[in-house]
């Protein structure tokens, strides 16, 4: 890439052209942030990166950047509100020459710049959100095409007519840090059945089941201010403005990046700090200082004090070990489980009513600023970030004033999300993975798509007996665990054929959620103080064709999974394509039914006890990652469980005798082999007798009696009118039932029963 700089006639705006390498097949593919407060960096998903010094300082928060994809031309505009600033650096920092020639300035090596080319481009197919790119890029400051709106109606209304426009834009002026500037470490989480044979780990990443490699953790070692004391929620004075009536049903959350939440953009990128005076700014930061901050880690600081005191950063082993310290360590909270892990599952509190003043449906909460950070350290895995950072070409790390207006902007965002998760019991976010992020994460899952097997439930009514069984009438996408060792494969080997595969991309989004989880959200919110890992990723697809999963809980049974996230994977996703995910809140005063689009970026989280969900019918290939994240104790409470079960019924054969009669027993009528008449009754009574024993544990267990006499007993009671009863009891899944194993995995482990398949 190569770069020409020059200021425009105004004096307020620099043009930078940069010439991007050919292959670069969409906007989306680039990041721009602003560094320090004059340089640009320009980084491909590719890898390619380039540091463009301007000629004047600029502020990161109020700048902002457009990329022409049609001309690789790059425009970048000071705000109008920082004029005078500009003018008055620009004068230092030029020997007083003034910005207002319009001349060239600055020009590093390249072309001189290139004539605007208004050649409009056909987006491919599967476009990334575009509009929402350009609407947002719109609203953070003036262009050439918007000009400087001063005040922050304007600025609303200039984002809103942005959104209605929608030009091809995409890029952003962001932070390089992400919520705690750290690749998490955590995530490492117990095996789980994979359907992928991982078949060669590399040999660098043994042991890690966390995606901050080398080069991440180079781009991302930012100031520990990005973490921010526990906030206590502000339920009222935050509340969003009630959204405006909707058609009867189901509440829609829509997107984020919609005209009706111009207000967001506003918030976050038109007026974000420094908005407040001076004297008021000093004063709250005093305020913060004074606070208390207990779930800080020792050590670390407010976000104000760090930028004024601008502390030496800690040493990389010394970050380390409080990393590693704060993840295993609950941050909060008043139960036992603050005090470490309390071996019995904690009852949850009926839920509060939803605060007076919040509209009855959370709005999504927009985290594009926050993606830039996720965007920026995907590249920085290909080798040429590495490189870049050897030449020093990487920009050090951002004055004090910036990094403390990041850490505010990042602060706001988390205090958002948890104080809707806290209010609601769930919370959408919406374009929190990057754009690139999600393109390059499906590029890498394509090759794995022929071995997705279909999703299994789990019926039993304990959370220590059961089984997985498949039923497509419930169930109809098809899933693919990705445990450690998965991620860190580099090839795989199906029915003899050895395939590459690499999850670079994947372990990075799958960092960020859990940076989001374990690092924003566990220390803000005392019920989630308790999280010590999650589940493996659980990618999914609904292959269309109506695809969908019938209403249920995830947890039922105190299984030990608190929060259950999902990221969606679907660029160009429409609403007519159905595949909503369909949630059932369960607050007083809130929205019974709110249905989630599974846009692409979004990420849905909701308490895994609390809101039942569905997925409704999917018309086109629906791809989402699940992860569920454990409560140390409950967990702990529910693999003791586990491991005391009897033996008889944990044999292989006898799991699996028991899963083939409850396939059977409760498929749909027309696939299954036992027919609704008084002969396929009395057929599956004498099959059930003949039984091995375990098998008859299991599915007495299963099916909540007492004992394997009763089991044979019911099995002969069965008419035809109660064996179509259970099928639909089964298939509108309720509160009863859970579908999902516990993670008994280390027990499953232990025996040699893993469901991995061993090629
Ligand atoms: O994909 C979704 O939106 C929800 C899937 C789900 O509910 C689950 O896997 O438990
Ligand atoms: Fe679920």
Redesign the pocket.
Known sequence: MEATVSLNQAGDGVEVVVLLPPELAQPADVAVEVVGDDALLVQTAGGDSLQVPLPIAVDPDTGSVKLRRATGRLTFRASAAKRAVISATTAGANGGSGSNNGQQQGASSGPPPMPPMPVPVPLPQESPKEEAAGAQVAATAPTAEAPAQPTEAAAVAAAAEALAAAPLLSSSNGDLHGPTANGSSHGAAAPTPSTAAAAAPSGGRSGSGSASGPAAAALSAGPAAARAPPLSLPKHASAPPPPPPRSPGAASVGSAASADDAALYADFFCNSPPAMPAGARAAAAAEARSAPTEGLPSGSSSPDAAASDAPPPPSPAAAKAAKLADAFTPTDGTSSRAAGFSFTAPELPPPPPLPPGLPPTAPPIDCRYLAVANGLRVSAHAPTAAMAELLGLRPAAPSPAAARRQAERVEAILGKVAATLDAYGYAVLDNYISDAAILAARKELSVMEPHYSP?LIWVGSEAEAGAQIAVGGVRG?VVLWLDDAALNATAFVKDGVRRDCGFMQLQQLLADVDELVFEGLRPRLPYLAGLHRRSDA?M?I?PGKGAR?AK?V?NTTGDGRRL?V?T?LNPGWEERQGGA?RLFPVRQGAAPVVD?P?LAGRV?LFLSAEVA???LPAFAR?H?V?LWYFDAGEHAAALTAARVMPGASSRPSAQAAATALLRDLLADEATSGIEPTPEGCAALGTRVAALEAGAQQLLAAVLGLPSTAALVEAMRALTPDSLRRRREELRNMGLGTQ??APDTSSYMQQEGRTGRVAE
Request: proline share 4%; no cysteine; glycine share 4%.
């Open positions: 999703g996408d659980m999914a609904y999963f249920h995830d259950t999902l969606y995910l989630v599974p849905a969900h569905e997925v629906r989402a699940t579908h999902h």
